[in-house]
């Protein structure tokens, strides 16, 4: 299914708005997309046709359940998950009698025409051929006012390892430096990074192509947590039922696919210095800070006569990413099931755990030790290694509420937390030291007779709401208690100018009052914060903290612990990094795209979601300072 196909899909759906006005991709575009994408059910698809180049541009094309299952052509998220299952059931269930061992050739046969293929002469991504490239005939936006620069946000970046030729596409971000030369924002846990390493170490130039659009199958399979050495593309041909057609480049020894709609060859070569990279308004709502990756040098760049340039904006969740990980999560179900933990029932990653800051796992649980099992299991499996929080229960772990309760009343602090280390996501700012830190692990599974411990001793939940406590807690600005009145033990403070001194001073008070003693959990944050927002708070709670260092116990068998999820910058807090701005529009833009919204089609006026987040802003760089 080519992209034009797609957005004639969606137009068909009423699920996108095509937008004549001029919108500059530099921020503007950003802007436009993020109101339209936050609105309930992820909004529309917005295709800008006047871009002050020859390419439209489309975002959130993926940005909603509708959406994204009608770009990898299924009803639901999970029926690619059953496929998965029946067909490995299929091919590995004995056979007897030569029909049924003829049933299974046949299904070989049938999973073999899904490989991909390379053909011979041109394809329509090389319909138009550019020589001397320059990437500003692209409209390449710049989404956020402290970005480093415009960078291509949907790039699928092809290398191939040098010692087996098994090729990779993975999405990285590239940071346009000049007309001809990108960053390449590779991050030491994934394959292209590997690749790299490897030519470094053969003393030889790496050869890259970038494809941007084609079947929108290829898009989500270059986000795909595939396994190293599984060609993406594999992935996309079992979600069409057909094999992808690729071509070979014609400046680079590299092949993309035939019916791409931009097609950026080059190089990097691995002797040359590094370059010092964004910063970048990221997936996880703030900054990722510069840093030094590799040059990418473009020596051509070719396209159809009709292409159109697709982008994706990330920042403050939710945007189109959560759908992209919404379906891995449900594709990617089955493989951990049949491979690895067969107790699997089901997984969720809430969109404010920004996929790998927090995901909740279901089990069958059959004996004692199983979710702590699942627990140390998981941090060892792929991608999941990078996951920050993880609760592993017994009951469903699609209703938040729900599950808060039940987690709370079950869960004993002392027997059923586990602290680990281990790798993180590059882009966590909480830990210390970079890509490297503390993780939590919460069982809150049913207990079998083996693993309890004292009782869990918490009184009703009822905690006075008078004016007692601010004279108490003289640096709290506000309480919520609200959640209490769910039977939810959570208490969220907001907190004035916190610092390292003072959060344990007030950690250690929590602790000890005996009026506080029906909350389990207190929630720190900013007095900034929306603190009466569930989804602010979450996505928070889970950004801001490095569990060992910010999460204290009370002492056993009181059943409580406090997290501090403030923003740890170096002022106040005795942090050895710089801390991240949270990624917001300028004042200028909202007020710009104020003005034009009336006349972009959109309908109602829709205010922008930045300005509930500007007053969190430390400064106006990516860094707080």
């Given amino acids: 299914m080519s992209i034009h196909r797609f957005i004639s899909n969606l137009e068909q759906q009423g699920e996108l708005c095509r937008i004549r006005q001029f919108v500059d991709p530099v921020l503007e575009i950003a802007e436009?997309?993020?109101?339209?994408?936050?609105?309930?059910?992820?909004?529309?698809?917005?295709?800008?046709?006047?871009?002050?180049?020859?390419?439209?541009?489309?975002?959130?094309?993926?940005?909603?359940?509708?959406?994204?299952?009608?770009?990898?052509?299924?009803?639901?998220?999970?029926?690619?998950?059953?496929?998965?299952?029946?067909?490995?059931?299929?091919?590995?269930?004995?056979?007897?009698?030569?029909?049924?061992?003829?049933?299974?050739?046949?299904e070989l046969r049938r999973v073999a025409s899904w490989m991909p293929k390379t053909v011979k002469g041109r394809g329509a991504c090389q319909e138009i051929v550019h020589h001397n490239p320059d990437l500003g005939i692209l409209p390449i936006l710049k989404c956020w006012p402290a970005d480093g620069g415009r960078f291509v946000t949907l790039p699928m970046?092809?290398?191939?390892?040098?010692?087996?030729?098994?090729?990779?596409?993975?999405?990285?971000?590239?940071?346009?430096?000049?007309?001809?030369?990108?960053?390449?924002?590779?991050?030491?846990?994934?394959?292209?990074?590997?690749?790299?390493?490897?030519?470094?170490?053969?003393?030889?130039?790496?050869?890259?192509?970038?494809?941007?659009?084609?079947?929108?199958?290829y898009i989500y399979s270059a986000?795909?947590?595939?396994?190293?050495?599984?060609?993406?593309?594999?992935?996309?041909?079992?979600?069409?039922?057909?094999?992808?057609?690729?071509?070979?480049?014609?400046?680079?020894?590299?092949?993309?696919?035939?019916?791409?709609?931009?097609?950026?060859?080059?190089?990097?070569?691995p002797a040359e210095d590094l370059f010092w990279e964004g910063p970048f308004g990221d997936h996880t709502g703030f900054y990722s800070l510069a840093d030094r990756y590799p040059r990418f040098h473009v020596t051509c760049i070719t396209h159809r006569k009709d292409a159109v340039y697709p982008a994706t904006i990330v920042g403050?969740?939710?945007?189109?990413?959560?759908?992209?990980?919404?379906?891995s999560e449900c594709i990617f179900l089955a493989p951990i099931k049949l491979a690895m933990l067969p107790e699997v029932k089901d997984m969720n990653m809430p969109v404010p755990g920004v996929a790998h800051n927090l995901a909740l796992v279901q089990i069958d649980k059959s004996y004692p030790g199983q979710g702590m099992k699942t627990i140390h299991s998981l941090w060892g499996a792929g991608q999941m290694m990078l996951n920050k929080i993880l609760l592993v229960t017994d009951s469903p772990v699609d209703d938040y509420r729900k599950l808060a309760?039940?987690?709370?009343?079950?869960?004993?602090?002392?027997?059923?937390?586990?602290?680990?280390?281990?790798?993180?996501?590059?882009?966590?700012?909480s830990s210390p030291r970079f890509a490297f830190g503390s993780k939590l692990g919460?069982?809150?599974?049913?207990?079998?007779?083996?693993?309890?411990?004292?009782?869990?001793?918490?009184?009703?939940?009822?905690?006075?709401?008078?004016?007692?406590?601010?004279?108490k807690y003289s640096m709290v600005s506000a309480w919520n208690l609200d959640l209490l009145k769910e039977n939810i033990?959570?208490?969220?403070?907001?907190?004035?100018?916190?610092?390292?001194?003072?959060?344990?001073?007030?950690?250690?008070?929590?602790?000890?009052?005996?009026?506080?003693?029906?909350?389990?959990?207190?929630?720190?944050?900013?007095?900034?914060?929306?603190?009466?927002?569930?989804?602010?708070?979450?996505?928070?709670?889970?950004?801001?903290?490095?569990?060992?260092?910010?999460?204290?116990?009370?002492?056993?068998?009181?059943?409580?612990?406090?997290?501090?999820?403030?923003?740890?910058?170096?002022?106040?807090?005795?942090?050895?990094?710089?801390?991240?701005?949270?990624v917001t529009a300028s004042e200028t833009t909202i007020r710009i795209i104020d003005q034009k919204w009336e006349q972009l089609g959109?309908?109602?006026?829709?205010?922008?979601?930045?300005?509930?987040?500007?007053?969190?802003k430390k400064g106006d760089g990516a860094a707080a300072l």
């Fill in 223 to 269: 986000t795909a947590p595939l396994p190293d050495g599984v060609d993406e593309y594999i992935l996309a041909g079992f979600l069409r039922r057909q094999k992808v057609r690729m071509v070979r480049c014609i400046t680079q020894d590299m092949e993309v696919p035939e019916d791409a709609d931009i097609v950026i060859e080059g190089y990097v070569d």
């Fill in 32 to 106: 436009v997309t993020d109101r339209c994408c936050k609105q309930p059910g992820g909004g529309k698809a917005l295709l800008f046709e006047n871009t002050g180049t020859a390419f439209p541009v489309l975002t959130n094309a993926m940005g909603s359940d509708r959406r994204i299952c009608s770009a990898l052509g299924v009803t639901r998220l999970d029926e690619a998950a059953m496929l998965i299952e029946k067909l490995f059931k299929d091919i590995t269930s004995p056979r007897k009698g030569w029909q049924n061992k003829i049933r299974l050739l046949s």
């Fill in 442 to 471: 919460i069982d809150a599974t049913h207990k079998w007779p083996e693993e309890t411990d004292s009782p869990d001793n918490r009184k009703s939940l009822l905690v006075s709401e008078d004016g007692d406590k601010n004279q």
């Fill in 602 to 616: 959109l309908g109602n006026f829709v205010s922008s979601p930045s300005v509930k987040f500007l007053e969190m």
């Fill in 489 to 582: 033990p959570i208490a969220i403070l907001a907190i004035r100018d916190p610092g390292t001194g003072i959060i344990a001073a007030l950690g250690s008070h929590l602790l000890a009052d005996e009026e506080l003693r029906p909350v389990k959990v207190f929630i720190l944050l900013d007095d900034t914060v929306d603190i009466c927002d569930p989804d602010t708070v979450c996505w928070l709670a889970c950004a801001n903290i490095d569990p060992e260092r910010d999460i204290r116990l009370a002492v056993a068998p009181r059943q409580q612990i406090v997290a501090d999820a403030c923003m740890k910058h170096p002022r106040n807090y005795e942090f050895p990094r710089e801390w991240p701005n949270v």
């Fill in 157 to 217: 970046v092809h290398t191939k390892d040098p010692h087996t030729g098994i090729r990779n596409a993975g999405m990285y971000r590239m940071q346009v430096i000049d007309a001809n030369t990108t960053g390449m924002h590779w991050h030491r846990h994934k394959t292209g990074a590997r690749h790299y390493r490897e030519y470094k170490a053969l003393g030889k130039r790496m050869p890259v192509a970038v494809a941007l659009g084609g079947d929108p199958a």
């Fill in 316 to 327: 403050i969740p939710p945007q189109e990413d959560a759908w992209l990980e919404k379906a």
């Fill in 405 to 429: 309760q039940q987690a709370l009343t079950r869960i004993n602090f002392h027997t059923d937390l586990v602290f680990g280390k281990g790798p993180l996501d590059v882009l966590d700012h």
